[in-house]
């Protein structure tokens, strides 16, 4: 099973930009799934992004054109950059295996797995 440490978050303005990282340790990485999920202060946990073994991005709506996601499997890693950062992007973020990742509605999104501690974002001014 794979696990993952989240990095990369911060205060930012808004309109500011970030880049949150995760490192993956464990085996089959290349051939998964993996999302991008956020919980505020007070709200249910919520997918942002995902992005399948094929390299295909999703995205929610309120997010695209604004945040890209991107993988490197000889790294193990799963980036994700934030551009344009609105107040409401103040979260906690994850990420975590998905069983799948298709354009059908971030509800299918389904994480699999254990939630790592996440990378805190925070946009301000």
């Known amino acids: 099973q794979l696990q993952f440490v989240e990095s990369g978050g911060g205060l930012v303005q808004p309109g500011g930009s970030l880049r949150l990282s995760c490192a993956a340790s464990?085996?089959?990485?290349?051939?998964?799934?993996i999302g991008w999920f956020r919980q505020a202060p007070g709200k249910e946990r919520e997918a942002v992004s995902c992005?399948?073994?094929?390299?295909?991005?999703n995205y929610i709506d309120s997010v695209k054109g604004r945040f890209t996601i991107s993988r490197d499997n000889a790294k193990k890693t799963v980036s994700l950059q934030m551009d344009a950062l609105k107040p409401e992007d103040t979260a906690n973020y994850h990420c975590?295996?998905?069983?799948?990742?298709?354009?059908?509605?971030?509800?299918?999104?389904?994480?699999?797995?254990?939630w790592g501690q996440g990378t805190q974002v925070i946009v301000s001014s």
């Open positions: 464990g085996y089959n990485f290349n051939s998964n799934s």
């Open positions: 992005i399948n073994s094929n390299r295909i991005a």
């Open positions: 975590i295996v998905v069983g799948v990742c298709t354009s059908r509605g971030s509800s299918i999104w389904t994480p699999i797995g254990s």
